[in-house]
């Protein structure tokens, strides 16, 4: 199947680019001892920013404490 898509910028010789919508980005940083804490957390924080939030993207980074 071969679909093609006109839009307005085709007709009017307009050829800037469309915009694309910007993603939902989400960071979280956790240090390593609160998952030794909590197992599930990461569980929790994906979820949380995926389903409450409406995340895109989550960019999760876990430290180590010094």
Partial sequence: MLTHHHDRRDRDGDQTPRR???LR?????VPAKLLDEQGCLIDELIQFAFDTLGAQLLDLRIYEAT
């Fill in 25 to 29: 980005r989400y960071s979280a940083v």
């Fill in 20 to 22: 694309l919508p910007e």
